[in-house]
Nanobody, 127 residues
Framework: QVRMVESGGGSVQAGGSLSLSCQVS????????MAWFRQPPGKEREGVAA????????YYADSVKGRFTISRDNAENTLYLRIHSLQPEDTAMYYC????????????????????WGKGTLVTISS
C-alpha cells in the first residue's frame, strides 16, 4: 500500500524560502513519476514540479521555474520541494503525488495521471 505524507508547510513572509517534504512508502520498485501540486484558495489544483525516478529528470511549470526545486532522497524515501523567493501568490495547499511508470508523460505534471496522493500541507505567504 502506497502512503504519502507531506510536511513542512507554515506561514512565511514574502521573500523567504521554504522546504516541503513528502515521506513515501510502498513504492520501492520500478520507475515512478513523483510530483508536487498546489491548490491556491478558490482556484484549481496545478502541477508545479515532477521528477521521473527512472532517469532523475525534473520538470517544472513555467510559473515556478527558477524558484522551485524538486528532489528525491532515495535512501530516505523522501520527496522534497524547495521554494525560494516566496510570493503571496504561492499561498496554497501543497500536495505530493505519485504514479508508477512515467516514461514519456511525467513531464506534463497532470493530476489525472497520478494514482497516489498525500493529504497536503498548507503554505501561507504574508506580504
Amino acid at each position: 500500500q502506497v502512503r504519502m505524507v507531506e510536511s513542512g508547510g507554515g506561514s512565511v513572509q514574502a521573500g523567504g524560502s521554504l522546504s516541503l517534504s513528502c515521506q513515501v512508502s510502498g513504492m520501492d520498485y520500478g520507475p515512478a513519476c513523483m510530483a508536487w501540486f498546489r491548490q491556491p484558495p478558490g482556484k484549481e489544483r496545478e502541477g508545479v514540479a515532477a521528477i521521473y525516478t527512472g532517469s532523475g529528470g525534473t520538470y517544472y511549470a513555467d510559473s515556478v521555474k527558477g524558484r522551485f526545486t524538486i528532489s528525491r532522497d532515495n535512501a530516505e524515501n523522501t520527496l522534497y520541494l524547495r521554494i525560494h523567493s516566496l510570493q503571496p501568490e504561492d499561498t496554497a495547499m501543497y500536495y505530493c503525488a505519485a504514479a508508477r511508470g512515467g516514461l514519456g508523460w511525467c513531464g506534463y505534471v497532470q493530476s489525472n495521471a497520478m494514482k497516489f496522493w498525500g493529504k497536503g500541507t498548507l503554505v501561507t505567504i504574508s506580504s
